[in-house]
């Protein structure tokens, strides 16, 4: 635990949990992930092709929408297990499914022209770059320290505690 002893200035940054960090970035990425979406209908064709029944080259079916919606599941699940799950098991899911959904959002590119370069490089720049804090916060998660305080052992010597 840190103890403040300095009085905070009108601009002090105090301590963030790694919890809210690594929700935020999730969060951050949900929001990236439905508009990189939502603005790819505004593509030539795009639109035409889904109300003819596909997307990409998937004939558009309930095993695809499935498929679909538990690929923006997971993230957006991620956003309140981030928070609710223990320090131990956060940490370690956070690694995993920060690290998969890397080359995941890379394929968002999977056959685009050159034209579209500067849209996908943005999108996915913006969503691995999310992708990498969560991981970089979820590595480096605070750990309690496993010595004993000097205070406390002196209290465990004099038998208070």
Known sequence: ???????????DNPPMPAQAKIAAA????????IYVDYFGLYKPGHVKG???GKVWVLDVSPNLL?????SVAVPAMMVALS??????????????????YMPYSAFNAAGA?????PFYGLSIGLEVLLL???MRVAWTWPRVAVVPEPAMVAARKQGAV
């Open 1 to 11: 635990m840190t103890i403040r002893t300095t009085t905070p200035n009108f601009l």
């Open 26 to 33: 999730w969060t951050s990425f949900m929001f990236l992930y």
């Open 50 to 52: 889904i109300l003819d």
């Open 66 to 70: 499935t498929g679909m919606l538990a």
């Open 83 to 100: 928070i609710a799950l223990s320090a131990r098991i956060s940490r370690a899911t956070n690694l995993v499914v920060a690290a998969l």
């Open 113 to 117: 022209t050159w034209d579209w370069a």
């Open 132 to 134: 990498a804090f969560i």
